[in-house]
């Protein structure tokens, strides 16, 4: 069994900041790439930020320069630093993996709960 948990989320007054943490935790032979998506009320989830399989990072333009997404490897864990959060940012975000069980296994798609952000003044 493989879980992605996320923390980190609540309720920040505009211009705040938030740090979300996603943990991938259970039987991994290996990961590629690890992001987070988010999901406003009537609306499509999206891209938020991600570290591609290459080790690169992509973002959604409505973020850049504000959200950092960063990684511990050792720990299957990784980050979203929100800096000057808007009611826009408001959603649920969730955080994303392509993950290996075995070596000879196929890769599947991860996903975790997802942790509500709301930004409200």
């Known amino acids: 069994q493989v879980q992605l948990v996320e923390s980190g989320g609540g309720l920040v007054q505009p211009g705040g900041s938030l740090r979300l943490s996603c943990a991938a935790s259970?039987?991994?032979?290996?990961?590629?790439?690890m992001g987070w998506y988010r999901q406003a009320p009537g609306k499509q989830r999206e891209l938020v930020a991600a570290f591609t399989n290459g080790g690169s990072t992509v973002y959604a333009d409505s973020v850049k320069g504000r959200f950092t997404i960063s990684r511990d490897t050792a720990k299957n864990t990784v980050y979203l630093q929100m800096n000057s959060l808007k009611p826009e940012d408001t959603a649920v975000y969730y955080c994303?993996?392509?993950?290996?069980?075995?070596?000879?296994?196929?890769?599947?798609?991860?996903w975790g709960q997802g942790t509500q952000v709301a930004v409200a003044s």
């Open positions: 994303n993996s392509n993950i290996r069980v075995q070596r000879n296994s196929g890769w599947n798609t991860y």
């Open positions: 259970g039987s991994i032979f290996s990961i590629s790439g």
